[in-house]
């Protein structure tokens, strides 16, 4: 089985950035989706970055794209997420995801394409 095992996050000021790194054990197959989703009390789901078939292509929310960046790094075997220029409404609890069903490069935004999830890290944006 696949585990994703998340680390960093905290509290951040307004403004400010952090990293999330998800460290992955067992194997995942091409053509499947690794991401990061988040979770805010009250609402749905929300993957904010996601990368297809291990190294690419990356997706991302509008509400996060050109503030986030996801990374891959198969030697290290390492799923990170740079979190620049952070707002209030970025606080959640962030998830490391992946599937382990091929899709489509277009289906890794949708939360229900995820199969295996870490136990998730907070991230709390103070302004």
């Known amino acids: 089985p696949v585990q994703l095992v998340e680390s960093g996050g905290g509290s951040v000021e307004a403004g400010g950035s952090t990293r999330l790194s998800c460290a992955v054990s067992g194997y995942l197959t091409s053509r499947t989706c690794m991401g990061w989703v988040r979770q805010i009390p009250g609402k749905e789901r929300e993957v904010v970055a996601s990368?297809?078939?291990?190294?690419?292509?990356?997706s991302y929310a509008e509400s996060v794209k050109g503030r986030f960046n996801i990374s891959r790094d198969m030697a290290k075997n390492t799923l990170d997420l740079q979190l620049n220029s952070l707002r209030s409404e970025d606080t959640a609890m962030y998830y490391c995801?992946?599937?382990?069903?091929?899709?489509?490069?277009?289906?890794?935004?949708?939360?229900?394409?995820?199969?295996?999830w870490g136990q998730g890290t907070q991230v709390t944006v103070s302004s």
């Open positions: 995801a992946a599937s382990s069903t091929k899709t489509s490069s277009i289906e890794c935004l949708l939360p229900s394409v995820y199969n295996f």
């Open positions: 990368v297809y078939s291990y190294v690419g292509p990356a």
